[in-house]
């Protein structure tokens, strides 16, 4: 018990350090006006290894790091607390979605079976698959809620400034987030599946 504790936390310090170094890296990569959340991808993982409230953790990590990287200083400067809340909130409840997406499958039983060897095996990869899509799914979608709340006559702003003219909703979906989300969604769909898996094959071994 005191040993698998001990391989928890561990864990769980290797995954902050990466999800905090993926933040800062990924908030050179741009598509439209904000950064690529390439953090995602060891939320995901963590979740699926260390149970929801590791990857809500992980999550929250993300959200401070969004901070200091300073991809939240353009809503700050607008509205402090709205800022907060949302990229709060979006973080940490990606990370906890995730984690119990993965567990609630596991517990259903929801797995793929595969052929190998001549052997019939079960594998997770559709409970990570479906985290996967889970965690860009509500990351976006609280962001979204937090502009429409908190900023949407700096968004109008944009919107028109876009082209879009008075066509906020359309603008938010496909000019303010469209690009990151389904970058987001098809790495992390592909990526996060491979990664848990070797993870495991390794723990095995």
């Known amino acids: 018990m005191q040993n698998s504790k001990t391989r928890t936390v561990a864990g769980l310090g290797l995954f902050t350090a990466i999800v905090i170094v993926l933040q800062f890296l990924g908030s050179f990569i741009k598509f439209g006006p904000f950064s690529i959340s390439l953090v995602l991808i060891p939320i995901v993982v963590g979740a699926a290894l260390y149970g929801f409230w590791g990857g809500a953790w992980l999550g929250f990590v993300f959200s401070v790091a969004v901070f200091l990287s300073g991809d939240a200083g353009l809503f700050l400067a607008v509205n402090p607390l709205g800022t907060i809340l949302t990229v709060i909130l979006k973080g940490t409840l990606a990370g906890l979605a995730a984690g119990l997406v993965y567990h609630w499958l596991g517990k259903k039983e929801v797995y793929l079976k595969l052929t190998v060897g001549g052997q019939e095996k079960w594998s997770t990869d559709f409970a ?19 502009c429409r709340l908190f900023f ?9 400034a876009s ?6 909703v359309r603008y938010m979906f496909l000019g303010l987030v469209g690009g990151n989300f389904l970058f987001e969604l098809l790495v992390n769909l592909i990526l996060s599946p491979v ?11």
Do not use: C, M
């Open 128 to 146: 990570v698959s479906l985290a996967a899509i889970v965690a860009p799914v509500v990351n976006t979608g609280i962001f979204l809620i937090g």
């Open 152 to 160: 949407y006559e700096t968004v109008a702003g944009w919107a028109e």
């Open 163 to 168: 082209g879009f003219g008075d066509h906020v």
């Open 195 to 205: 990664i848990v898996r070797l993870i495991k094959l390794g723990q095995k071994k």
